[in-house]
């Protein structure tokens, strides 16, 4: 029971982490798509070398399939990444101070 608890433990930290490195590579220039192409590239690359190094047999996918495997496993990844963050951009409040402020009657 406590290797589940560590592993949440460690999911909620992992996910915390997102939005400081999404943050600093704003602070390079790149925006929030960039982002999510450059995490899954590098989620990618370390899930592959895991498997490599772990159970080589594992990391080997038909030909036939190869069809599957990108559109189930990196497309799907990518645009539902892309829907997440990318409408956030456009939730700006037109209004100071925000609409979702209650207002205060006044007496």
């Known amino acids: 029971m406590q290797k589940y608890t560590a592993s949440v433990i460690t999911a909620g930290c ?6 400081l ?5 704003a602070t ?3 925006d929030s798509t960039g ?3 450059l995490r899954c590239g590098i989620a990618a690359l370390l ?10 047999k594992q990391f080997r996918i038909r ?6 495997f990108i559109g189930t496993g ?3 990844l990518l645009f539902s990444r892309i829907a997440i963050f990318r409408p956030s951009r456009s939730w700006t ?7 979702c402020t209650p207002r205060r009657r006044s007496s």
């Open 14 to 19: 992992l996910w915390g982490l997102m939005g």
């Open 21 to 25: 490195f999404t943050r600093t590579l």
């Open 28 to 30: 390079y220039g790149v």
């Open 35 to 37: 982002a999510i192409v």
């Open 47 to 56: 899930f592959a070398v895991t498997l490599l190094v772990c159970d080589p």
């Open 63 to 68: 030909l036939k399939d190869i069809w599957c």
């Open 74 to 76: 990196i497309c799907s």
């Open 93 to 99: 409040c037109p209004r100071r101070p925000c609409c």
